[in-house]
């Protein structure tokens, strides 16, 4: 099933075993929540520092679970990414967040969003089509559109990658490098993919206030960025102090439950009490 014709031999207590059986539990769960619409985005804002406006959301995945319980992405998406069925997933939120833009009213034709793709999706030509397709059939503009792409979204195959890449930026879209600093190639990654924003991983800011090394971290990231050219967002924005730090520093834009957490509903982020916190 691995492929690469290699015998994989297992103990029983083998940690890899027990992961494998909890990927095994979550393909009919995965399978069931495509066909049965069981899945849906959440939005969160993204918050400009400069003037406290919003310049753009995070689409994030959930699945409905019995009884109305909620699950987060970080229970499935690996398991769908080692079990095959992440690219449905990946195809899926393209054309949910397409049409979620599609059907937003007119006075809302200026909002965009960004959209998580996952490690594999770039092996997937199929993946370039359907996002110029839908952006056609909706006549959504493609400036609207945000990839977000990780370390491991584009390590699999870098040159296939980042071909991929360009052909999607040609159509107008934008790109992200998410989770910056969190892997082990950051800087290669900021070296081979053309991105237009570049988002420092949550860890080096959640303690932003008390923790000297990661103040050190996130100044030397943002200015290595801003010298590159590129938009730099700060995730996990949490206080008041944190904010300021970020300005100081001259990062572009923040996000965080000080924002506003993930919604369905996009009014229910009031932008009018983000300036305040400004
Ligand atoms: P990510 O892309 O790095 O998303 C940021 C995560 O941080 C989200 O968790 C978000 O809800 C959470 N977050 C936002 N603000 C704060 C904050 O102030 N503090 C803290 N502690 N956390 C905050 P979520 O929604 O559970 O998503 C987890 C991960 O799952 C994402 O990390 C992303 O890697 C993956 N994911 C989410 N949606 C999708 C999707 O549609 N497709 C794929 N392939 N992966 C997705
Ligand atoms: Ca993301
Ligand atoms: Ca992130
Ligand atoms: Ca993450």
Redesign the pocket.
């Known amino acids: 099933e691995n492929g690469r014709n290699m015998l994989w031999l297992f103990n029983e207590n083998d940690v890899a075993v027990k992961e494998r059986r909890r990927d095994i539990y979550w393909v009919p769960l995965i399978k069931k929540a495509l066909l049965e619409k069981e899945l849906f985005?959440?939005y969160?804002p993204v918050v400009a520092l400069s003037s406290g406006e919003i310049s753009h959301y995070?689409?994030?995945?959930?699945m409905k679970g019995e009884d109305d319980v909620v699950i987060?992405?970080?229970q499935f998406?690996p398991a769908a990414?080692r079990m095959g069925l992440?690219h449905s997933?990946?195809l899926w939120?393209v054309e949910t967040a397409i049409d979620f833009l599609a059907g937003l009213p007119a006075d809302m034709s200026h909002v965009s969003l960004a959209?998580?793709?996952?490690s594999t999706?770039f092996q997937e030509t199929k993946l370039l089509q359907t996002i110029r397709d839908k952006l056609e059939l909706t006549w959504v503009d493609a400036k609207r559109l945000t990839f977000?792409i990780?370390e491991t979204a584009a390590f699999q195959n870098y040159e296939k990658a980042r071909d991929m890449i360009i052909k999607i930026r040609a159509l107008g879209c934008k790109f992200a490098l998410?989770?910056f600093g969190a892997g082990f190639c950051s800087f290669n990654y900021l070296k081979s993919f053309p991105v237009d924003y570049v988002?420092i991983?949550?860890q080096f800011i959640?303690n932003l206030n008390n923790d000297e090394t990661d103040q050190v971290l996130v100044k030397s990231m943002a200015e290595i960025a801003a010298r590159l050219g590129k938009k730099t967002i700060a995730?996990?924005?949490?206080t008041p102090t944190t904010i300021k730090k970020l300005k100081e520093y001259g990062i572009d834009f923040g996000?965080?439950?000080?924002f506003g957490?993930?919604e369905i509903n996009l009014l229910q982020s009031n932008s009018m009490s983000i300036m305040n916190l400004m």
């Open positions: 985005l959440v969160q995070e689409a994030l995945i959930r987060s992405p970080n998406i990414e992440i997933i990946d939120v959209i998580n793709l996952s999706a977000e990780t998410d989770d988002k991983d949550g959640q995730e996990f924005v949490e996000q965080g439950y000080i957490k993930p």
